[in-house]
Structure formats: structure tokens, C-alpha cells
């Protein structure tokens, strides 16, 4: 964790933690650094946003760092951070910038940096880029003359990605009614074209972005709108997308949730089925459910378990070359069509498995059953000495042998406040909640919480 730049680029409440000034000095960094690989010093660097008023002011200030260090920017405008993703990687871009706080608030802005893979940034790069906005590294030159870059309008790219979306399912769409929650996010512009050129009726809700609505009870934080549209209309299942169209979550024909791990599970037991699922394998973060560990152990399939952080479940996959992976909140890695999680991808590939299999959703995500989980978080003194403290490592090791592989324990540091998350999964709630509070007692009594 830098200074500025966290597990998913740097985020903060516009204009007071992340400023017009900040993005200019990043465009100024990324525009020299990227330069000097090309005999002309003339990088190319493609830019995204979502909807956030916030968002067109941080594109004019990163487009004028860029310009005026020599890079000619590529604007797609409004779209998604697969988007982007997807045009750096087969455009030839040298990396791409999405301007997004994903599923945060309207308020709050984030710049995440992509290299030309698609993938996010190398984490020495962004300590670079925070030594130069610190005045550590020194100060940059300034393109003069006919070296000052460019800014281009590039909504082609965007339409391409568009046209690759479609090209993904095999069957058509036709005769399946289909719910969209756009979050009134990247995905507003982009999704309903989709599912309509392949065949499906779409309804769509949240889609009419204000600058100041994204994510504001919708999306995939909110899924309550879309589970009443499902039902109120009939549909055969729905898809809440968040701000930045990276995440999926589904709802069924009847309303009920479809998480992150029933969607690792029910599209991975159709690879498998058809034979892509390299190695019978799933990777997952530590914070999967145990029903998820459980169901695919009982339908022939191993899994592996990263930190928590997509980033992480990435560089597992493209290490081992494995199929599927991603986190209970819908950020799913399809690695044969993309590099980072994709929303709208999920999606299709969630109707992919319902026509092929001839089963409604509720059927195919049915077959995992999830474990009650209780998670509590404990405001500590010091996360490095809860972790490592012996009565707490006894108290958890306690749980874990009277759960009998039929639960478990998790201690986990926050990553940006001075919290210990403690999370148990067992047979029922009282379970959980019982062995929770089991262990937090043990942190109050060896004088860690504040």
C-alpha cells in the first residue's frame, strides 16, 4: 500500500483527497515514462471514465499531464474498465487509464493505471509515479513545439470492444427476458445494446446517469431494485452491474440472489462440462464461502485461494494459466476472453451455461448451498501483534478443531484502517455468532482493542 495508490488505484472523495492536480502529475509522469520507450518520445495512452461529475474534470487535467509530456490521449469517454482493458491489450496501447471509484459513492474518484497486457499496473511504477508527485524524484521536462502530444477521440474503441462482447455466446438470446441494473454507471451505454443484438428482451433500470446518482441505491451494492423488477415483471433472471461494469451479481426468476461464488461455481461446473476448465480448477480469495469449497469439491473440482483483491486472483490465473476466478462480489475473471473482472461479461456467460444446460438459474445456482457467515471487525492497537498474539492464534486453532472441517475460522487484518476482521462460517448462525464472539473476547482480554 503506497502513499496514494491502494490495492485498486488511487481513490478518494474528489477535490479533497484526490484533485485536478493529482491526475495532471500522473498524466505528466505516465506520459514522460512511457515516452522514453519510443525513438520519437511519444507515448499512446488510452483514457476511460464513468459517470461521476467528478470524472469529466480528472480526464481534462490527466489528458493535459499527458499532452504536455509529449503522449498523445486516446479518449473513450463514458465506458467501462474492461473496456479499457480490453482496447490497451489489442490496440497496442502502452497503458490505459480508467477514471472510476467502481462501486463507491458519487463523490468519491479513483485513477487506476493498466499496463499493455490489460492488467493493472506494476506496483513499482505507481511508487515511482508517487515519488515524483512528492518532488522526490525531481521534475520531468515539458514537450515543446510540435513534441506536445495530442488528445484523440477514440469512442472507436469503445464500439469494438462492444462488437467483441458479441461475439462471445454461441446460442442466441431469443426468447429470454432479461433484467439490467446499469447503476447508472459505465455500463448504462453499453449493456442493453449488447443483450438486444443478441436476441434477448431487455429491461433495463438505473440507466440514466445525472453526474450524481451512480450506485445511489442500485447496482450491485443494492441488489433489492433489481430482485422487485425480476419478480414485478417476470423475467427470467437479472444482472446488477456497479459503477464501473468490473462486477456482476445475478438475481434468479424468482428473486433471490446469485452471489459471486454461486457464479464461480455454476460457471465453472459448465467449463468443466464442456471441457475448458483447466486443471478442474477455480481460483477464489480467502473470503469464498465454505459452500462454495465444498460444492466444487463435490462436483469433481479443485480451487485455489489468493488475498483478497481481484488483482491478486489475476496474477494466479495468468501464473498457472487457469480458466475462471474471482471474489464473492462479482468481480468473475474469465481468463480465455479478458484479463480483468468483466460485468457484462459475467453476464453472458451466465446465459451461455442457462441455454446450453436448458435450466433456469435458479436451478443451476441452486446446487451450491451457502454456509452462514457472521464477520465482526475489532479496532485494535497494533494488527501486526492481534495476528501473531498466541491466545488469539489458541482461541482460533479452538474453533477450528470444534468446528471438525465443518466451518471455519478467518483472522484478517484490514487492509486500511487498524481493524482484525473475525469471520466464522458454520452449520448455523448461532454457530457463528457464538464462536465470533469466542474469539474477540480473547483480543479485549490480552489488552489489544482500543
Known amino acids: 500500500m503506497g502513499k496514494y495508490f491502494g490495492t485498486d488505484g488511487f481513490r478518494g472523495e474528489a477535490n479533497v483527497a484526490l484533485r485536478a492536480e493529482h491526475a495532471f502529475m500522473i498524466g505528466r509522469y505516465l506520459g514522460w515514462y512511457f515516452g522514453k520507450m519510443h525513438e520519437d518520445g511519444k507515448a499512446h495512452i488510452a483514457i476511460g471514465k464513468d459517470t461521476r461529475r467528478s470524472s469529466y474534470m480528472l480526464e481534462d487535467a490527466l489528458s493535459a499531464g499527458l499532452t504536455s509530456s509529449g503522449a498523445n490521449a486516446y479518449l ?23 477514471i472510476s471509484a467502481s462501486h463507491n459513492p458519487f463523490y468519491d474518484n479513483g485513477i487506476k493505471i493498466m499496463r499493455a497486457n490489460g492488467q493493472k499496473i506494476e506496483p513499482e511504477i505507481e511508487e515511482k509515479i508517487e515519488s515524483y508527485m512528492d518532488g522526490v524524484s525531481g521534475e520531468i521536462p515539458y514537450a515543446t513545439r510540435e513534441n506536445i ?27 429470454k427476458r432479461v433484467g439490467l441494473d446499469c447503476a447508472n454507471g459505465s455500463s448504462s451505454s453499453i449493456a442493453k445494446s449488447v443483450f438486444e443484438a443478441l436476441g434477448a428482451k431487455v ?7 445525472d453526474g450524481t446518482n451512480i450506485n445511489r441505491g442500485c447496482g450491485s451494492t443494492h441488489l433489492e431494485a433489481i430482485e422487485n423488477f425480476v419478480v414485478d415483471n417476470g423475467l427470467d433472471c437479472g444482472f446488477a452491474y456497479d459503477g464501473d461494469a468490473d462486477r456482476c451479481l445475478a ?14 461455481f455454476l460457471c465453472g461446473k459448465y467449463l468443466k462440462e464442456i471441457g475448458q476448465l483447466k486443471d478442474d480448477t477455480v481460483v477464489t480469495t480467502v473470503m469464498s464461502n465454505l459452500g462454495l469449497y465444498k460444492s466444487l469439491e463435490a462436483n469433481g473440482m479443485s480451487y485455489e485461494q489468493t488475498n483478497v483483491g481481484d488483482k491478486y486472483v489475476a496474477e494466479n490465473m495468468m501464473e498457472n494459466g487457469y480458466t475462471i476466478g474471482g471474489e464473492q462480489s462479482g468481480h468473475i475473471i474469465f481468463s480465455k476472453y479478458a484479463t480483468t473482472g468483466d460485468g457484462i461479461l459475467t453476464s453472458l456467460m451466465i446465459m451461455q451455461a442457462m441455454l446450453d444446460k436448458k435450466m433456469p438459474l ?24 492481534a495476528q501473531k498474539n498466541p491466545r488469539v492464534l489458541a482461541a482460533a486453532e479452538e474453533v477450528t478443531k470444534a468446528l471438525a472441517g465443518d466451518g471455519r475460522i478467518l483472522l484478517r487484518a484490514s487492509g486500511t484502517e487498524p481493524k482484525i476482521r473475525v469471520m466464522v462460517e458454520a452449520k448455523t448462525n ?8 469466542q474469539v474477540i473476547e480473547v483480543i479485549k482480554g490480552e489488552g489489544l482493542a482500543v
Open 203 to 209: 429491461m433495463v433500470i438505473n440507466n440514466t446517469p
Open 251 to 264: 438475481v434468479d426468476e424468482n428473486g433471490h440472489e446469485v452471489t459471486g461464488d454461486h457464479i464461480m
Open 76 to 98: 473513450l469517454h463514458v465506458t467501462t474498465t474492461p473496456s479499457v482493458s480490453y482496447v490497451v491489450r489489442t490496440e497496442g496501447f502502452d497503458c490505459g487509464v480508467m
Open 362 to 385: 435458479s436451478m443451476l445456482a441452486g446446487e451450491m448451498k451457502v454456509y452462514p457467515q457472521v464477520l465482526k471487525n475489532v479496532i485494535v492497537k497494533d494488527k501486526e501483534e
Open 149 to 175: 502530444g495530442r488528445t484523440i477521440d477514440f469512442a472507436a474503441g469503445r464500439n469494438r470492444y462492444i462488437g467483441y462482447l458479441m461475439t462471445i455466446p454461441t446460442r442466441s438470446f431469443k426468447g
Open 430 to 437: 448461532d454457530l457463528c455468532e457464538k464462536y465470533v464472539d
